[in-house]
């Protein structure tokens, strides 16, 4: 029985899976000197087949998703049109966020993790469409620090395209459990976790992860909390991530993204799926 | 883009935006969201404006709670009922309590349990079978059938699935009145649900809004009627007016009891679509004989109510019940189509509030529990590396009790009638699926060690195997354990094969508190510290992190590899993750940073990937996945001349790989938490009688299957001193603390969790074809390095 409400739930309960997961991991030793690490290497992509079909426990339900490739976007005009319809701003985050300035990244952004663990602008790959992320707060306040959130969606040129994210997403926590965002922020102890379609409670989107850790800013006080979920329709990845700040409550942000997560999910869902 | 501008900060963002526009990028694009009209109302229902108009007068009272947190259990409460782990109560009256579960299979329940007095009223049990067996003939997508029930329990008791969405009443009374739309989609699910309710010979008597539950993909009709007390609603009164007022027909106002059938559910319904439709009761509200007059006598309130639906609900109102349409003809008066998946039935607001309500499910304990600390003597860092506990607070979750669905039977059937007891040592193993070797095997070893024991001239009784197939089925799994754990003389379990029939089984046992040991599932999740789950499991192999971890170690001590590859394959995620987690950690303990890959699931061409690895230069290779991907890998690497040390764990060791890769297996090195038993002369009686039985040597995880259930026959045999047959629900703790040597060597148990203390992960390297042992993998990062 599919009740679209459980599809929702069950796959917020395997994000919360993911986080508890993430909670434990953070005593990791420095792993030594990083000596030349591989660069972020776009993934060999046209040899792998999708992954629809996991083998080693087949579940009795399929996704309740079936896409019509006649509105699989194939142009970056179409790619351009479906990534800002999908993306979450601050409504889809909660009543008490807004936009940051400027809401949206630039054209052509596209960051990558360095052998140094350090993120460092990139050129986006030829597999990918397009790819936004909007960005969205909720400022500061007496008592509360500045709490910064984003979505971002890609979409790619293939399925497997996106499937090889997925995996490199995973990929970059192990290889960097410790990784440097810029100047006065960097994230630790990090752990990601997959989660495929019928694994660990989600049955919501085709392919799910999370990836959890400390988040750290020298204009706070103490280490916060750091999450970044990401699922996959088709070709398109929807990512939230959420970087804690002082006086907000781990509770409530985990809430906004899931909630962002799984609004994306579904605009992406109706965005591609068949009409009937 | 643009290679001019200069590169924004480095940032990975995710996180935050560039300082400033790049020069010449168009600006921003505003959100969709952002833009939507109108005053964004909050996700949690808000007090009305009091400026609003036009204000809905309050509802009458009803009976369900208002919105609010799920509440923690009483100290006097139950920890389970039948199938379902309880996590907090949803509510509580006169009649019972209604409990928030979970089910084996991880479904939300909401368990209503009528308190005993009420439930022996006279008819109360008769009534409520009855009732049960009509709801379950009730299908449709719209209403929720009862599938959990069981009429004879001291305390008789109810489940349905929990839908965690606002009702109807609460929706309105947050958000105003529904647009016209919805209100169609609305009436014409709630009459299919109500011609479901009506064919199946049950009238709902209680159509209300506080009875219909809001979800993305539609509404549903929850609360059939169905084992009502007579303090609720005196189904079977007839002096007494039955349901809500508000919401009830003039013949139910009258208490005309002989009038009351289906054509009152469908006056209801016209109640509650006017509702819906204006946010105010049609009859109004106050004094509820004020509102049972306006029922009977006057014309409802339809004020606001769209054009088209005018019709229908005056169809629907009209005062003689034969007057009414049927709940059929009510849909096909409002031709909406079904909601369908799309989830834009509800206004946004709305399907915010569900899914507000969904996120706050999130904080309920007992997901996936994990690993929390352990007493481990060994491998060093193993403490740094358990999982935390997630202990979340029950409090933050929400929503009202709501009956739906399940998939499980959920009903447990009193004991059989006393008869000759039994001493039955239970098997649950994969004897038919895809790890039906390692069942076979371990059936086996089991039948031996009872067949040794039977043997016995002085044996005080006679021990009996019993076997319950899952098939490797997760969906089987519980099922499975419910044949052994409901036999009361099944005193201890052997199994499951698998690490997901397992995860599956585990809360039956533990609900029955029937110990289970396994010799083969190796996930993480089985064994926690957490009061509800793994409290009667034992296993005599490691969980697969610390399998992982030992593989680099492994590696550690017998290379000298700086930059050792590890490659997860996503087809079992939850397995290479694991593995590769622990191969991670534990390479990073020996100050080695690996070279990591992560590769989706059905991948073919690892040659490419492979390829890639070893030009940057590879010099040992650990791969975290299945059979079928280590089989295309070894072959990859066997191309590519790779000479450095190629590993891989428990799911690949097996003969499929050494088939499948032929030659280019050879070398490669396999940790497993078995032992060979040809090479230990402790095990040569058990090789033995194997052969004699069976034809051939034992299988791998036959001669550990054969020890622990000696382990367990010996510590009943010890509890069974005096005549007492051992309370099985005692066992597991005595087993647990219980050091035994057997005949593939020492099992060790940590008291609190029931994992090995020991590390259990034995190499093998593969040599002509076969697998030839080598030794027990290091503990730790090894002191000295390899050559």
Redesign the interface.
């Known amino acids: 029985m599919t009740y679209g409400y459980g599809r929702v739930l069950r796959s917020c309960c395997a994000l919360l899976a993911g986080g508890l997961i993430l909670t434990g991991c953070s005593g990791s030793e420095p792993g030594g000197n990083d000596n030349a690490r591989p660069k972020s290497s776009p993934a060999p992509s046209a040899s792998a087949r999708p992954s629809a079909s996991p083998t080693a426990n087949p579940t009795p339900t399929r996704l309740d998703f079936t896409p019509d490739p006649a509105r699989a976007p194939r142009t970056e005009a179409d790619a351009r049109r479906l990534a800002l319809a999908v993306v979450a701003g601050p409504d889809s985050w909660g009543p008490d966020y807004v936009a940051r300035r400027p809401h949206h990244s630039a054209p052509g952004y596209w960051p990558v993790l360095s052998a140094q663990c350090t993120w460092e602008t990139g050129t986006r790959p030829a597999t990918v469409l397009h790819s936004v992320t909007a960005y969205s707060e909720i400022p500061a306040a007496a008592g509360k620090g500045p709490l910064q959130v984003s979505a971002t969606v890609t979409v790619h040129r293939t399925e497997t395209d996106a499937d090889w994210e997925m995996a490199q997403t995973l990929e970059e926590a192990l290889r960097c459990p410790d990784q440097r965002l810029r100047e006065g922020e960097r994230i630790s102890g990090l752990i990601s976790l997959g989660n495929p379609f019928g694994v660990g409670g989600n049955f919501t989107a085709a392919d799910s992860l999370g990836e959890g850790g400390k988040y750290h800013n020298d204009a706070f006080g103490g280490p916060q909390k750091y999450a970044w979920y990401q699922s996959r329709v088709s070709q398109v990845t929807v990512a939230v991530v959420a970087k804690g700040a002082p006086g907000h409550v781990d509770k409530d942000i985990d809430h906004a993204q899931v909630q962002a997560l799984v609004t994306m999910v579904d605009r992406a869902e109706s965005q591609l799926e068949a009409q009937s | 883009?643009?290679p001019a501008a200069p590169?924004?900060?480095?940032?990975?963002?995710?996180?935050?935006?560039?300082p400033e526009?790049?020069p010449g990028?168009?600006?921003?694009?505003?959100?969709?969201?952002?833009t939507?009209p109108g005053p964004?109302?909050?996700?949690t229902p808000l007090p009305r404006d009091p400026g609003a108009t036009p204000s809905p007068p309050p509802l009458p009272p009803e009976r369900e709670r208002e919105p609010g947190a799920v509440q923690p259990l009483l100290a006097s409460d139950p920890s389970v009922i039948a199938g379902y782990r309880l996590l907090g109560r949803l509510g509580a009256g006169g009649m019972g309590v209604v409990y928030l579960g979970r089910t084996d299979s991880?479904?939300?329940a909401a368990v209503k349990v009528t308190h005993a007095d009420q439930a022996d009223q006279p008819d109360f049990r008769t009534r409520f079978r009855r009732e049960v067996e009509a709801a379950r003939r009730v299908s449709s997508p719209w209403a929720v059938p009862v599938t959990g029930a069981d009429p004879d329990a001291p305390e008789p008791w109810l489940a349905t699935?929990f839908?965690?969405?606002p009702s109807l009443g609460e929706a309105v009374r947050a958000h105003g009145p529904l647009p016209a739309r919805s209100v169609r989609i609305l009436g014409g699910a709630i009459a299919r649900a109500l011609a479901a309710v009506h064919a199946a010979g049950l009238v709902h008597r209680d159509v209300k809004p506080g009875n219909v539950l809001l979800?993305?993909?539609?509404p549903?009709l929850i609360d059939f009627g169905i084992a009502r007390t007579a303090e609720e609603t005196a189904l079977t009164a007839t002096d007494m007016v039955v349901g809500t007022p508000g919401f009830l027909a003039p013949e139910q106002a009258e208490a005309r009891a002989d009038e009351i059938g289906p054509a009152s559910d469908v006056f209801a319904l016209g109640c509650l679509l006017a509702f819906a439709a204006t946010g105010r009761p049609p009859f109004g509200s106050g004094s509820v004989d004020a509102l049972l007059y306006r029922t009977v006598h006057d014309e409802p309130d339809l004020a606001g109510v769209p054009d088209g639906l005018l019709d229908p609900l005056r169809a629907c109102l009209a005062k003689s019940p034969a007057d009414r349409p049927t709940a059929e003809q009510v849909t096909a008066l409002l031709t909406e189509d079904t909601p369908?998946?799309?989830?834009d039935w509800l206004p946004a607001p709305v399907v915010?509030t569900?899914?507000?309500r969904?996120?706050?499910?999130?904080?309920l304990p007992d997901?996936?529990?994990?690993?929390g600390g352990t007493s481990v003597q060994n491998p060093a860092?193993r403490r740094?590396?358990?999982?935390?506990?997630?202990s979340?607070?029950l409090a933050?979750a929400a929503g009202v009790g709501i009956w739906?669905?399940l998939?499980d039977d959920g009903g447990t059937k009193a004991a059989p009638p006393p008869k000759k007891r039994r001493w039955i040592i239970g098997v649950q193993a994969d004897l038919t699926g895809?790890a039906k070797e390692l069942g076979i095997a371990q059936e086996h070893g089991a039948r031996l060690a009872v067949d040794h024991f039977n043997a016995r001239a002085d044996k005080p009784f006679t021990l009996e195997l019993k076997v319950s197939d899952d098939a490797g089925d997760?969906?089987r799994a519980a099922a499975a354990a419910r044949r052994l754990t409901t036999d009361p003389d099944v005193l201890g379990v052997l199994g499951s094969t698998s690490d997901?029939t397992s995860q599956e089984a585990l809360p039956v046992y533990d609900e029955a508190r029937v110990p289970l040991i396994t010799v083969s599932a190796g996930l993480n999740l089985l064994t926690v510290n957490d009061k509800t789950q793994g409290r009667t499991i034992l296993r005599a192999c490691p969980p697969h992190p610390f399998a992982g971890m030992c593989l680099a170690y492994y590696v550690q001590a017998k290379t000298r590899s700086r930059r050792p590859g590890?490659l997860?394959e996503?087809?079992?995620?939850?397995?290479a993750?694991q593995y590769?987690?622990g191969a991670?950690?534990a390479?990073?303990?020996g100050?080695?940073?690996?070279?990591?890959?992560?590769?989706?699931?059905?991948?073919?061409?690892y040659r490419?990937?492979l390829a890639?690895m070893t030009a940057?230069g590879i010099d040992a290779y650990v791969h975290c996945g299945?059979t079928?991907s280590a089989v295309l890998a070894a072959r990859a690497l066997k191309e590519l001349g790779f000479t450095g040390m190629k590993v891989a764990g428990q799911h690949v060791f097996g003969p499929r790989f050494l088939k499948e890769a032929g030659d280019a297996a050879e070398g490669w090195i396999l940790g497993a938490p078995v032992v060979d038993p040809t090479t230990r002369k402790e095990a040569a009686a058990f090789v033995a009688a194997h052969r004699a039985k069976y034809g051939t040597g034992p299988a791998y995880y036959a001669g550990e299957a054969y020890d622990v259930v000696n382990l367990l026959i010996q510590e009943v045999v010890k509890k069974a001193k005096g005549g007492e047959r051992p309370d099985r629900t005692t066992l597991t703790p005595v087993l647990r603390k219980v050091r035994y040597e057997g005949a593939m060597g020492g099992y060790v148990f940590n008291h609190e969790t029931g994992d090995p203390d020991a590390v259990g992960t034995f190499m093998y390297v593969v040599e002509g074809g076969r697998y030839k042992p080598l030794e027990f993998a290091p503990a730790g990062p090894p002191a000295t390095r390899g050559t």
């Open positions: 883009m643009s590169p924004p900060p480095p940032d990975r963002e995710p996180d935050a935006p560039p526009p790049p990028a168009t600006p921003p694009e505003r959100d969709p969201d952002a939507r964004t109302p909050g996700a991880g479904e939300l699935a839908v965690p969405g979800a993305v993909d539609g549903r369908g998946t799309a989830a915010r569900i899914a507000e969904s996120t706050r499910m999130l904080a997901i996936e529990p994990t690993h860092g740094k590396f358990l999982l935390a506990t997630g979340v607070a933050a739906t669905a998939t895809p997760r969906y997901y590890i997860q996503r087809t079992d995620d939850t397995y993750w590769i987690g991670n950690f390479f990073r303990q100050k080695i940073a690996p070279y990591p890959r992560v590769v989706p699931a059905g991948l073919t061409d490419s990937v890639r940057d299945l079928p």
